[in-house]
């Protein structure tokens, strides 16, 4: 059974920053696309950033462009978002995603993904 787990989210100030990571679990020895999006309060979910599958690919929504910053580990299924100069418009519930179905993409596209985590709170202050 495929399992992924954010951590790493919290309470933060405005110009902070925040290292997420997540685990995913139950796949085996193969890596997957991975993603991040997230939901802020009364907002559908969003696309944030993603990675492919050997990780020299990426692709970001253009509000995080050159803020964030995707990055996995190569042999496992593992991705981290690091986010610098944090807005107060960046609270919201981040959720980390994996396909199943694509290899060697970026994929930005929230119907492709196969597996979801619970999500994570990040809430920046101003």
Not at 4 to 30: N, Y
Not at 57 to 85: C, H, P, W
Not at 91 to 107: D, F, K
């Amino acid at each position: 059974q495929v399992h992924l787990v954010e951590s790493g989210g919290g309470l933060v100030q405005a110009g902070g920053t925040l290292r997420l990571s997540c685990t995913a679990s139950g796949l085996g020895f193969s890596t997957y696309p991975m993603g991040w999006f997230r939901q802020a309060q009364g907002k559908e979910r969003e696309f944030v950033a993603a990675i492919n599958d050997s990780g020299d690919r990426t692709r970001y929504e253009d509000s995080v462009q050159g803020r964030f910053a995707i990055s996995r580990d190569s042999a496992e299924n593992v991705a981290y978002l690091k986010m610098n100069t944090l807005k107060p418009e960046d609270t919201a519930v981040y959720y980390c995603a994996l396909v199943l179905s694509l290899t060697n993409a970026a994929v930005g596209v929230e119907s492709e993904y196969d597996y979801w985590g619970r999500g994570t709170q990040v809430t920046v202050s101003s």
